[in-house]
C-alpha cells in the first residue's frame, strides 16, 4: 500500500503540473456569469438555478477529466514507456494501477472541492446569508465525487486492454447505460419477450447504476438527502470499484508493453 | 564455482501477429544462457536480434510464452528481487514534468530509503553522471544524452548487486560513452554484475569478461571475447620502410604504401622468409602484429550466415 502511495502522489503531481486544475478558472467564471445573470432574470429562484448550474458544471468538467485522464493514466505511461524504469521496481503491478487511481481520485477531489467552494460563494453573493439547507449542496458534490471514483476505475480497466480511443468510447458508453440502468430495469414494452425482458433486467444490475449519484434536483429544490442513502451510495462505489479495479489489475498483470 | 546472477532456461516468446493475431512471430528461440556474480556480460547482435526482448523478458515488462529465468537464485516473477535490480531501459524516457532530483527521489522511495539516505544517494549519482548543474531543470528540457545520464543514475541509486543495461551507449557523445564506460568497470570493482546489451562492439571487447552473440532470436555463441573470435591467428603484419629509392623485390610487390611507410600481410610459416626478405633489401622493420579477427568481424559474419540461411529457407520453400 505504501508503494500505491508513491504512485498516488506522483499522479497528482502530475496532474497539478500539466495544468488540470485550470478548469476552475473556467468555472469561476461560469459561477461569476451565472451570478450577474440569475439577479437579472430569475426573481425568487436564485437559488435553483444556480445550484443546478454549479451542479452540473461540477459534474461534467470531473466527468470530462475522469474519462480523458483516467484512460490516459495507463496508456500514456506505456506508449511513452515511462512505465518501463518504474516496473523494474520493486513495485507489483496492482500497486501501480491502485497507486494510479488514488493519484486521479485526489486529484478530482481537490477540483470538486474548489468548484464547491467556488458554488457557495455564488450562492452567498446572491442571497446571504447561507442556510443550513445549503449544507445539502455539499452532499450532492460528495456524491459527484463518487461517480467520478467509479468513472475512473472503468476508465482505467478499458484503458488495460484496448486503445485509448476505444476506451473513451467504453466509458462514455457504460456512462450512458448507467444513466437509463434504472429505466432498464423498469422497461416493459407491450410485445416484449419475457426473456429479452429479463435479460434487459441482468445486464442493469450490472451496469453501475449512476441515477443513485444524482441528487442536484432534490438539493437544488432545497431538500435533503437521506443519511442512509449516502451510506448505500459510498458502499455502493467502494464495491464497484474494488470489482472493476481487480479486473483492471487482472489485466493488467499479464499485459505485455510494446 | 562462482554463483550465478542471472539463469536463463529455454526462454522463447512469440508474438502474435497478422490477421486476428492468428500468425505467430517468433522473437526469441530457446534462449539459455548463464552470467556469473560480478562479471560483465555484453549482449551483443544487430536490430531486431532479441537483446532487448531478452532484457524485458528479466525485467518482467513481457512475459514469456516458455521457460523459466532466474535473477540472483529467485524467479523473475518475483518482485522482491526487483530491490537487487538495476535497469536502464533502451531509449529511457521519463516523466517530463518531475526536474532529475524530483525523478530520483521518486524512485529511491520505492527501495524504502529514508529521506536523508535519499537526499545523499540523489545528490551522489548527479555528481556521478555529470548531470549536478541541470538537477533542477525539467526533464522536459533534457537532450538524448541527458535523459540517458539520467537513466543511468536511477538504474544504480539503491546499489543494486545485478545491473542490466540495454543499450546504455546510445545516444551518448564520445564523453559520455566515456563516462558510462567508466560507470560500468567502476560497478565491476565493487563486484556487481553487470548485462548489457550494445551495438558497439569496441565498447564490449573493452568492457566484457564475457559476451553472448544473439542473431535472428538464437543465441550463437559465449565466452570471452577472445574465445569467441578464436585464438589462432589469421596472419602476420609487417609494417616497414624503404630508404633511399626502393629496389624492387617480391615482397614490396604485395605490400600497401601509405605515405613512407608499407603494410604487408604475410601467413604465420611465411614470417621469418619474410623478414629475411625485407632485410636483404635494406627495409628498415616498424612492427610485426598478429592479425585477428575483431569482435565485429565475427559479429558481421554470423549475421550475414544467418542472412543467407534464412534466404535459403525462403527459396526451398518457394
Same mark, same amino acid.
Given at each position: 500500500?505504501?508503494?500505491?502511495?508513491?504512485?498516488?502522489?506522483?499522479?497528482?503531481?502530475?496532474?497539478?503540473?500539466?495544468?488540470?486544475?485550470?478548469?476552475?478558472?473556467?468555472?469561476?467564471?461560469?459561477?461569476?456569469?451565472?451570478?450577474?445573470?440569475?439577479?437579472?432574470?430569475?426573481?425568487?429562484?436564485?437559488?435553483?438555478?444556480?445550484?443546478?448550474?454549479?451542479?452540473?458544471?461540477?459534474?461534467?468538467?470531473?466527468?470530462?477529466?475522469?474519462?480523458?485522464?483516467?484512460?490516459?493514466?495507463?496508456?500514456?505511461?506505456?506508449?511513452?514507456?515511462?512505465?518501463?524504469?518504474?516496473?523494474?521496481?520493486?513495485?507489483?503491478?496492482?500497486?501501480?494501477?491502485?497507486?494510479?487511481?488514488?493519484?486521479?481520485?485526489?486529484?478530482?477531489?481537490?477540483?470538486?472541492?474548489?468548484?464547491?467552494?467556488?458554488?457557495?460563494?455564488?450562492?452567498?453573493?446572491?442571497?446571504?446569508?447561507?442556510?443550513?439547507?445549503?449544507?445539502?449542496?455539499?452532499?450532492?458534490?460528495?456524491?459527484?465525487?463518487?461517480?467520478?471514483?467509479?468513472?475512473?476505475?472503468?476508465?482505467?480497466?478499458?484503458?488495460?486492454?484496448?486503445?485509448?480511443?476505444?476506451?473513451?468510447?467504453?466509458?462514455?458508453?457504460?456512462?450512458?447505460?448507467?444513466?437509463?440502468?434504472?429505466?432498464?430495469?423498469?422497461?416493459?414494452?407491450?410485445?416484449?419477450?419475457?426473456?429479452?425482458?429479463?435479460?434487459?433486467?441482468?445486464?442493469?444490475?450490472?451496469?453501475?447504476?449512476?441515477?443513485?449519484?444524482?441528487?442536484?434536483?432534490?438539493?437544488?429544490?432545497?431538500?435533503?438527502?437521506?443519511?442512509?442513502?449516502?451510506?448505500?451510495?459510498?458502499?455502493?462505489?467502494?464495491?464497484?470499484?474494488?470489482?472493476?479495479?481487480?479486473?483492471?489489475?487482472?489485466?493488467?498483470?499479464?499485459?505485455?508493453?510494446? | 564455482?562462482?554463483?550465478?546472477?542471472?539463469?536463463?532456461?529455454?526462454?522463447?516468446?512469440?508474438?502474435?501477429?497478422?490477421?486476428?493475431?492468428?500468425?505467430?512471430?517468433?522473437?526469441?528461440?530457446?534462449?539459455?544462457?548463464?552470467?556469473?556474480?560480478?562479471?560483465?556480460?555484453?549482449?551483443?547482435?544487430?536490430?531486431?536480434?532479441?537483446?532487448?526482448?531478452?532484457?524485458?523478458?528479466?525485467?518482467?515488462?513481457?512475459?514469456?510464452?516458455? !521457460?523459466?529465468?532466474?535473477?540472483?537464485?529467485?524467479?523473475?516473477?518475483?518482485?522482491?528481487?526487483?530491490?537487487?535490480?538495476?535497469?536502464?531501459?533502451?531509449?529511457?524516457?521519463?516523466?517530463?514534468?518531475?526536474?532529475?532530483?524530483?525523478?530520483?527521489?521518486?524512485?529511491?522511495?520505492?527501495?524504502?530509503? %529514508?529521506?536523508?539516505?535519499?537526499?545523499?544517494?540523489?545528490?551522489?549519482?548527479?555528481?556521478?553522471?555529470?548531470?549536478?548543474?541541470?538537477?533542477?531543470?525539467? #526533464?522536459?528540457?533534457?537532450?538524448?544524452?541527458?535523459?540517458?545520464?539520467?537513466?543511468?543514475?536511477?538504474?544504480?541509486?539503491?546499489?543494486?548487486?545485478?545491473?542490466?543495461?540495454?543499450?546504455?551507449?546510445?545516444?551518448?557523445?564520445?564523453? !559520455?560513452?566515456?563516462?558510462?564506460?567508466?560507470?560500468?568497470?567502476? #560497478?565491476?570493482?565493487?563486484?556487481?554484475?553487470?548485462?548489457?546489451?550494445?551495438?558497439?562492439?569496441?565498447?564490449?571487447?573493452?568492457?566484457?569478461?564475457?559476451?553472448?552473440?544473439?542473431?535472428?532470436?538464437?543465441?550463437?555463441?559465449?565466452?570471452?571475447?577472445?574465445?569467441?573470435?578464436?585464438?589462432?591467428?589469421?596472419?602476420?603484419?609487417?609494417?616497414?620502410?624503404?630508404?633511399?629509392?626502393?629496389?624492387?623485390?617480391?615482397?614490396?610487390?604485395?605490400?600497401?604504401?601509405?605515405?613512407?611507410?608499407?603494410?604487408?600481410?604475410?601467413?604465420?610459416?611465411?614470417?621469418?622468409?619474410?623478414?629475411?626478405?625485407?632485410?636483404?633489401?635494406?627495409?628498415?622493420?616498424?612492427?610485426?602484429?598478429?592479425?585477428?579477427?575483431?569482435?565485429?568481424?565475427?559479429?558481421?559474419?554470423?549475421?550475414? %550466415?544467418?542472412?543467407?540461411?534464412?534466404?535459403?529457407?525462403?527459396?526451398?520453400?518457394?
Amino acid at each position: 500500500m505504501k508503494k500505491a502511495w508513491i504512485v498516488a502522489t506522483n499522479t497528482f503531481r502530475e496532474a497539478v503540473r500539466d495544468r488540470v486544475l485550470y478548469n476552475l478558472v473556467f468555472f469561476a467564471l461560469l459561477m461569476m456569469g451565472a451570478a450577474i445573470l440569475v439577479g437579472q432574470i430569475s426573481i425568487g429562484i436564485e437559488q435553483t438555478v444556480i445550484v443546478s448550474l454549479g451542479l452540473a458544471a461540477i459534474s461534467v468538467i470531473g466527468l470530462f477529466i475522469a474519462v480523458f485522464i483516467g484512460v490516459g493514466l495507463v496508456s500514456k505511461e506505456m506508449d511513452k514507456r515511462t512505465l518501463y524504469a518504474l516496473l523494474a521496481k520493486p513495485v507489483k503491478r496492482w500497486e501501480f494501477l491502485l497507486g494510479k487511481f488514488a493519484g486521479l481520485v485526489m486529484t478530482l477531489a481537490v477540483n470538486t472541492a474548489a468548484m464547491a467552494l467556488g458554488l457557495y460563494a455564488t450562492l452567498w453573493s446572491v442571497k446571504h446569508p447561507l442556510v443550513r439547507s445549503d449544507a445539502y449542496v455539499f452532499v450532492a458534490v460528495y456524491l459527484i465525487l463518487l461517480k467520478l471514483a467509479l468513472i475512473v476505475a472503468l476508465a482505467m480497466l478499458f484503458s488495460c486492454f484496448t486503445t485509448p480511443f476505444l476506451a473513451i468510447l467504453f466509458t462514455g458508453g457504460m456512462y450512458v447505460a448507467g444513466v437509463f440502468a434504472y429505466d432498464l430495469r423498469t422497461i416493459q414494452g407491450i410485445n416484449m419477450n419475457p426473456l429479452t425482458v429479463r435479460m434487459l433486467r441482468g445486464i442493469s444490475y450490472l451496469l453501475p447504476n449512476f441515477q443513485n449519484f444524482n441528487m442536484t434536483g432534490a438539493v437544488a429544490h432545497e431538500r435533503g438527502v437521506p443519511a442512509s442513502l449516502v451510506w448505500h451510495v459510498t458502499l455502493y462505489t467502494a464495491v464497484y470499484c474494488a470489482v472493476v479495479l481487480t479486473g483492471a489489475a487482472l489485466v493488467f498483470s499479464r499485459r505485455n508493453l510494446k | 564455482m562462482p554463483s550465478l546472477a542471472i539463469e536463463i532456461e529455454n526462454l522463447s516468446k512469440e508474438y502474435p501477429h497478422g490477421f486476428l493475431n492468428l500468425k505467430k512471430k517468433m522473437s526469441l528461440e530457446n534462449l539459455n544462457m548463464q552470467v556469473e556474480s560480478g562479471e560483465v556480460f555484453g549482449f551483443l547482435g544487430p536490430n531486431g536480434a532479441g537483446k532487448s526482448t531478452t532484457i524485458k523478458l528479466l525485467m518482467r515488462l513481457i512475459f514469456p510464452t516458455s !521457460g523459466t529465468a532466474r535473477i540472483l537464485g529467485k524467479p523473475i516473477d518475483d518482485v522482491s528481487v526487483h530491490e537487487d535490480i538495476g535497469y536502464l531501459p533502451e531509449q529511457p524516457y521519463f516523466y517530463d514534468y518531475l526536474t532529475a532530483v524530483e525523478l530520483l527521489d521518486y524512485f529511491a522511495r520505492f527501495h524504502g530509503l %529514508t529521506a536523508n539516505d535519499r537526499r545523499e544517494r540523489v545528490q551522489k549519482m548527479l555528481r556521478k553522471v555529470g548531470l549536478e548543474t541541470a538537477k533542477k531543470m525539467q #526533464l522536459r528540457k533534457y537532450s538524448k544524452g541527458m535523459l540517458q545520464r539520467v537513466g543511468m543514475a536511477q538504474a544504480i541509486l539503491h546499489e543494486p548487486e545485478v545491473v542490466v543495461l540495454d543499450e546504455p551507449m546510445s545516444g551518448l557523445d564520445p564523453l !559520455g560513452r566515456r563516462e558510462v564506460r567508466d560507470i560500468i568497470l567502476e #560497478l565491476k570493482r565493487e563486484g556487481k554484475t553487470v548485462l548489457f546489451s550494445t551495438h558497439i562492439l569496441s565498447d564490449a571487447e573493452m568492457l566484457c569478461d564475457r559476451v553472448g552473440v544473439i542473431v535472428g532470436g538464437k543465441l550463437r555463441g559465449v565466452g570471452t571475447p577472445g574465445e569467441m573470435v578464436g585464438i589462432q591467428t589469421q596472419g602476420m603484419e609487417i609494417l616497414f620502410e624503404v630508404e633511399g629509392p626502393a629496389k624492387r623485390f617480391p615482397l614490396l610487390e604485395r605490400a600497401t604504401q601509405t605515405g613512407e611507410r608499407y603494410r604487408v600481410e604475410v601467413r604465420e610459416a611465411e614470417l621469418y622468409g619474410a623478414l629475411d626478405e625485407l632485410k636483404g633489401a635494406g627495409a628498415r622493420i616498424l612492427s610485426v602484429a598478429q592479425i585477428k579477427q575483431t569482435l565485429e568481424e565475427f559479429f558481421m559474419n554470423l549475421v550475414e %550466415t544467418d542472412r543467407a540461411q534464412a534466404s535459403a529457407v525462403e527459396v526451398s520453400g518457394k
